[in-house]
Every structure is written in structure tokens, then in C-alpha cells.
């Protein structure tokens, strides 16, 4: 098993500290859900207007607008937490959008203290634009390996607003350090919401990241008036075009039959309460990516991230026709009834090939983990 040398702080019994970097819908949702199991939360905010009514009110005025909070939920910010304040935190949770995590880790790195680490962990879903790097790249950059190799993933299929509605729900929470992942699942384990553990950090985010794509696609072939097979389809070719990517960087291809995979890939892909599934869809019914991007009012990871997986998979020369295709009527003004033709007009082709060995970005990663080669068949065949 991959370790690192640092692990987080031993698990408080009870009333963990736990701090969460950002107050959109997931970071207020998860806030919700650990102030109601008696934990002290500290939700960080950039918005002013955000923090004082929170405080006053304990409602989000910006998202889940009609959610009561707990009072265990204190506001902070719009400065990120200082080096004292986090040496009191048993938990550090990000859950901001993927394409502002690195400014933020920056800085929340210089206040970090090896000796008195708490646990991180990630939900964002996406990838980075510019360098396709994985959130778990970002961290090693930032951060480096060792914080990297303890940080735990959390994934699966969990709109926010069925979770503070308690609504049954089951995610993946992966880390290289099996410890981590247990006590993330333990603080988050609730009878409404179930924790599996798994050892495969790049094969569950990568998979929250892609099932965004096709959850455009998705989308895109319900706003043109396509049926079930039609959807079908998409789910089951986009699980195909996501196990060669993922397999690419380093995941193990059995990742993407889990939760993080084909359990997100079918909710976001089958309801209209996907962001990204709605920016699809819109697009399907003709309206242009720039007024759908004014008034969606919240982050569709997968716009970004459609433009990272169209340089990763023309580098790495993988068949991904579904993702091109969002790319196209996304970033090149494609008209959506040309793209669906030209997706069914492919000539047939061989329905399963195994995926592509781990490549450029799986050798990358290992690199700045400070492993080698022998270690991928670890990363590719996790035993956690
Ligand atoms: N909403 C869900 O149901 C859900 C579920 C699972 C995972 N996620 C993932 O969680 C992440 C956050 O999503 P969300 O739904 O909370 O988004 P959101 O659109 O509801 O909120 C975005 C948040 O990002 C903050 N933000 C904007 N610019 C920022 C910056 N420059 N620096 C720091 N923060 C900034 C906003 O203040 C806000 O708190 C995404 O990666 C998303 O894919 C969301
Ligand atoms: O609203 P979306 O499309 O960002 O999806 C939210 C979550 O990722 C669902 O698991």
C-alpha cells in the first residue's frame, strides 16, 4: 500500500473541529450534514454579505436558501483561515471549484504544520485547465507528496440538496493512506448517508471530474428532444471514453464500476437538478453557452473540464467521439443536431477494447509523488 509519512491528527470520539473552505451549495451542504452530528463547524466564505446573514440567521442567502442550518455553523472569513486557526482544526475540508484551488492552497499551505496536520479532504469535482492536472496533482504542487499521499477524495453521486434533505445516499472516500479514509468515513457515516473506502484517490475524483462531460451530453440529447435509448447510450459510451482517460492517469479501471463512476455518472447523466446536466441540455434547445453561463447561478465543473479532457485525450491519441463532440458545440460554436449526426454516422467499431495503459499523465503524477514505475501496479490495483 502507498503511505505517507504524515497522517493527521488522532480522531476526536466526539465534536471534531472541522473547517470547510467554501460556502456554495456542496460547502454549506456538508457543513449541514457534520453540524447536525455535534461536530463544531467552521464554514470559510468570501462573501461578506454571505457570512453576516449566516451568522445572524443561520440560512445560506446565496445557496440552499431555504435550508435551516445547524447553530453548531459558524461563518468566517472573507480572509482565509491564519496558521493559528488551523493548528485548532481536526478537519480541513475544500469544497470550492476546481479552477481556484491552487491560488487558495497556495496560501493555505504556508499555514499548515506537519506536526499537527488535520485531515484534508477534497469534493471538488473537475479538472485543472491549462494543465490537466487532477486535484491531486494541484495538492502535490502546492503542498507536496506527503500531504498529497495523505489527502482524502470524497466522490459519488450526492446532489446537495437531497443530502441536507437526508435523503438515503452512498459516496466513495479514497486516500493512498488507508487511515485517512477510514476516519473521513467515520466523521461522515451517518444512517442517511453511507461511507465505502477505497484506495484509488485518482480513479474516484477523476470520475466525479469526467461523468461532467457526458453529463452535458447528456443533457444536450434530452434539450434536442432524444429519448431513453438515446440516453442510454450516452451513459454507457461515456463510462467506455471515462475507463480509457481514467485508466491513462494512473486509476484503476474497476473504479469506474463504483460509486464515483457509473453511480454519479447515472445521476447527473438522468436529472434535470445537474448543473451540468442543465447547461446540455439548454445548449440542446438552442440557447448559446454564454447566456446559460450568466444565469446558471452556481459552477458546472464540466465546461472547464471538457477543455482539459480535449488536450489529454489528443495527446494521449485516445477515442473519445462523445467528449470531442462536447467540446465542439461547446468551445468551437458546433450546432448540437450536427454534432449527434456525426456521432452516429462513426463507421462501427469494436464495442470493448481494453483500456490504454497508464500513460504521460499516470508517469507525471508518480513523479511528483516521488514514486516510480514499480509503484503504478499499486495505484492501478489498489488493495485498500
Ligand atoms: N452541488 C453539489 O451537489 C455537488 C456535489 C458534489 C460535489 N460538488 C463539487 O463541489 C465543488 C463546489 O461546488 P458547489 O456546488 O458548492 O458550487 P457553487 O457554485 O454552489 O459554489 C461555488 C463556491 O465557490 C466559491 N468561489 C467562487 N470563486 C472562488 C474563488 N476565486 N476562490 C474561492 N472560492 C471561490 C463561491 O464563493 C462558492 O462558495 C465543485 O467542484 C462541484 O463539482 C458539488
Ligand atoms: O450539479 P452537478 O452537475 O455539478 O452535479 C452535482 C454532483 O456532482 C452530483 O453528484
New binding site residues.
Partial sequence: MITSTVSSKPQPASNSKVCII??????S?LASHLGDSENDVFMW???VELINHFNLHHRNPL?LTEHDFPQSITAIGPELPDKEFIAKMDVLLF????Q?LR??LKYIRDNLDLNNLPLLIF????IEVGTHALTLEIIVDTCGPEIAKAATFI?GP????EIVDRQPTSVSVASFTESEAQKAANLFHQPHFRCYTGGDPIGIELS?ALK?VYAIASGMSDGLGFQNNTRAMIITRGLAELTCIGTAYGASPLTFLGLSGVGDLFLTCSSSNS?NYTVGYRLGKGESLEEIMKTLG??A?GVSTTKAVKKVIEELGINAPIATAVYEVLYEGKDTKVAVRELMELPPSRELDLPPTAGGPARRLLTKLGMDSSDLDLLMHPRL
Fill in positions: 467554501g460556502a456554495g451549495n456542496f460547502g451542504c466564505a468570501r462573501e445557496y469544497a470550492i471549484p476546481t481556484f491560488t487558495n469534493v471538488n469535482k473537475g466522490s450526492s446532489f446537495a440538496k466525479g461532467n448543473r452556481s459552477v465543473e
